[in-house]
């Protein structure tokens, strides 16, 4: 067990758990099995009026790109899609499949790694603030989806707003702040991947690092946005699956552990023998009244507000979505995601110490508890298992962070600054650069990480404090119409800055008060990686540019009219290819007053589940102290629950409600017609031809 917790001896291939081809397996040829796979879904189409007509094939490749088309579903339901559906996959996503995507771009390397980790260090609290503090930003972010569709359903990226508000001075310092966080994010997911994929089956770590976004491009390139949609619901399905292999395992048949008594038990000798610092009383790991995990829980819900909120990923989820479908398919993800984390982390973290596995925490904070755990328990099938978990975790984020850097990089760079007129083959072209110029680019960037041995768990804490000054005055370009471009840029400025400083001061002052350097204190990676240090960035930041942007508002308003988002034409860069005038006087579910409803509806649902997870739950939890037997049984009993309905919602859900086109299709393929009803045409019986590109 020590070599395979041993980097060093995992770097040179020493008794490692999986045998080097096989890493190189998952590097590599899991990344093309699924480029292949989707592939097969998704191909360049024409027209089918101008198949077998050479003449009109010329003069359509002259006027409109070559363009991705989801085979199965597009062939027997006769749509076309457009270069639009590059980037925003029709706006046409169904409630399951939003929040299948919502689990899939939600769940990092981080998710399985670094929530395991501080259940490792901080017992029961980890997986509960890991999971609930990374929980509320997607509920709150809900509302903003809503706002999108009732205000400016179609764009394409939250910038276009920024811009259409504020001009180009605030445009490019917020496209700044999107780039570092898709940077953050990226890193984040190849460090993780990498570090266990090293030391599970020895392959060099800086290859892995490279390799892991390669295979991602592909599929993410040919088929844009809709790809990695298609590709989310398989890469989620197989997280869940493993999730609830591993929990079965630790809670049910395991010949050590085996029930939540014998879990008890074992982490009951662990508190005598192992007590956490800061944990009461005496120690265990077996309560809710631990110091370090609430500081943590504090710096997870600060940080992730910023990779949540100046994320174009998730802008561009909800642009995707069918109105009636984006705040459901917010919640309703957020909530399936919290088991990940929780269920998941309350498994293999608190069983690493159940096991007493022979664990540093420098190996911890590497991620390597639930491979280890993996591994006890199941031998090579557990390794197996949980690097196919992580790979899939590592490719789904991946491929959402690379469209969405595409979609920026075509549309906010490339169209707004390089060529206005840009057709739709052009922005297709750009948006493939984009995609395979950062997959390399984060691929160098990971590696150059780890030469400067920066880790998972430290980059995961200290993100908040170079993006979460952007997360108020991206909110509120959409939400206030006061908000004026000045006080936006200056809150997002000044509080970035006065984050890296309070980061900085705090870790020489935490530094200082433990002795370090002759007690005079140093700022130094391990300083920075203090808890204190990080929490006074993370505050600094997010709470700084609230301080700075509301104010300034106040003073020097905008009173900007939203009215007139809906007005913008092409010659603002906003509404390029697309007639969204179906968009905006649709009926029923997706209809304006329909909409306005479910914003006051999401407003409410979001506060009071918000509410839920971060007050309530753990104001009813400290009082119990030291867990009994019996209320551990009730909490893993719950974690258990909540993983299996989550498993369920996610799997079951975008298969039922794609049931109509995938009967469609079998009883084509085994019956050799068209369905009635799903004869090709060349465009929507229901909507209106997308403009010439």
């Known amino acids: 067990m020590a070599a395979l917790t041993d980097s060093r001896r995992a770097a040179s291939h020493q008794d490692t758990a999986l045998p080097e081809g096989l890493g190189w397996f998952i590097v590599v040829g899991l990344g093309g099995l699924f480029s292949l796979f989707t592939a097969g879904l998704v191909r360049h189409s024409r027209p089918p009026a101008l198949q077998g007509c050479r003449v009109a094939r010329l003069r359509h490749s002259l006027t409109r790109a070559p363009l991705p088309q989801v085979y199965l579903g597009d062939r027997y339901s006769g749509h076309v899609p457009t270069s639009e559906e590059y980037s925003t996959a029709g706006r046409s996503i169904k409630m399951g499949l939003t929040a299948c995507d919502i689990v899939s771009k939600w769940t990092w390397a981080a998710t399985l790694l670094q929530s395991s980790n501080v259940a490792f260090q901080y017992g029961v609290s980890g997986p509960f603030w890991y999971a609930s503090g990374a929980t509320i930003q997607v509920l709150l972010f809900a509302v903003l989806a809503v706002e999108i569709k009732r205000k400016c359903p179609a764009i394409h990226t939250a910038l276009e707003v920024v811009h259409a508000r504020w001009g180009t001075g605030p445009h490019i310092v917020f496209l700044v702040f999107m780039f570092i966080c898709n940077i953050i994010v990226t890193s984040m997911l190849i460090l993780g991947g990498s570090a266990v994929i090293n030391a599970l089956s020895g392959v060099d770590l800086s290859a892995a690092a490279f390799l892991i976004p390669m295979g991602v491009t592909i599929y993410t390139a040919q088929g844009g946005l809709m790809a990695t949609f298609i590709a989310s619901w398989a890469h989620v399905a197989i997280i869940y699956i493993a999730l609830c292999i591993f929990m079965f395992q630790i809670y049910a048949t395991d010949p050590m552990l085996g029930s939540p008594k014998a879990v008890w038990d074992h982490l009951n000798v662990m508190n005598g023998l192992v007590p956490v610092e800061g944990n009461h009383p005496y120690g265990t790991m077996l309560t809710m009244k631990s110091h370090n995990g609430l500081l943590f829980g504090i710096i997870n819900i600060i940080g992730n507000f910023g990779t949540v909120f100046v994320d174009q990923a998730y802008w561009q989820g909800a642009i995707a979505a069918k109105p009636s479908a984006t705040y459901k398919g917010y919640l309703m993800g957020g909530m399936c995601w919290f088991a990940i984390p929780f269920t998941l982390a309350t498994t293999l973290g608190l069983s690493g110490r159940a096991f007493d596995l022979p664990l540093t925490y420098k190996e911890a904070g590497d991620g390597l508890v639930p491979p280890a755990v993996a591994a006890h328990t199941l031998g090579t099938g557990g390794a197996f298992l949980i690097v196919l978990q992580l790979f899939m975790a590592v490719t789904a984020s991946g491929s959402a962070e690379q469209i969405a850097v595409a979609s920026i990089f075509s549309y906010d760079i490339f169209k707004r600054y390089i060529k206005p007129n840009a057709t739709g083959k052009d922005i297709i072209l750009m948006s493939r650069v984009g995609v395979f110029g950062f997959g390399i680019i984060s691929g160098m960037l990971a590696v150059t990480l780890q030469q400067l041995g920066l880790n998972l768990g430290w980059v995961y804490n200290a993100m908040g404090i170079f993006i979460g000054s952007a997360v108020l005055p991206l909110s509120l370009a959409i939400t206030w119409k006061k908000c004026s471009g000045s006080a936006a840029v200056t809150g997002a400025i000044l509080a970035q800055f006065a984050g890296l400083i309070a980061w900085m001061v705090q870790g020489k002052l935490s530094s200082k008060a433990l002795g370090w350097n002759g007690g005079k204190g140093e700022v130094t990676y391990e300083s920075l990686g203090l808890l204190n240090a990080q929490l006074a960035g993370n505050c600094a930041s997010l709470f700084g540019s609230i301080f700075i942007t509301i104010p300034m508002s106040l003073i020097w308003p905008q009173n900007y009219d939203f009215a007139e988002l809906r007005k913008l034409t092409d010659g603002n860069q906003v509404v390029t290819e697309t007639d969204d005038s179906a968009l905006l006087d649709a009926d029923g579910a997706d209809s304006p007053e329909a909409m306005d409803l479910a914003?006051?509806?999401?407003?409410?649902?979001?506060?009071?589940?918000?509410?839920?997870?971060?007050?309530?739950?753990?104001?009813?939890?400290?009082?119990?102290?030291?867990?009994?037997?019996?209320?551990?049984?009730?909490?893993?009993?719950?974690?258990?629950?909540?993983?299996?309905?989550?498993?369920?919602?996610?799997?079951?859900?975008?298969?039922?409600?794609?049931?109509?086109?995938?009967?469609?299709?079998?009883?084509?393929?085994?019956?050799?017609?068209?369905?009635?009803?799903?004869?090709p045409s060349i465009h929507h019986a229901k909507a209106k031809p997308p403009t010439a590109v």
């Not at 753990?618 to 102290?625: D, E, K, R, V």
């Not at 909490?635 to 049931?659: D, H, K, M, Q, S």
């Open 599 to 679: 914003l006051s509806w999401t407003y409410k649902t979001g506060s009071v589940l918000t509410l839920v997870l971060i007050i309530l739950w753990p104001c009813l939890a400290i009082p119990a102290g030291h867990f009994t037997p019996s209320y551990w049984g009730w909490w893993v009993a719950l974690a258990i629950a909540w993983g299996l309905i989550a498993t369920f919602c996610t799997i079951c859900l975008p298969l039922w409600e794609a049931r109509t086109t995938i009967t469609a299709v079998f009883k084509s393929l085994l019956g050799g017609h068209i369905p009635e009803g799903h004869e």
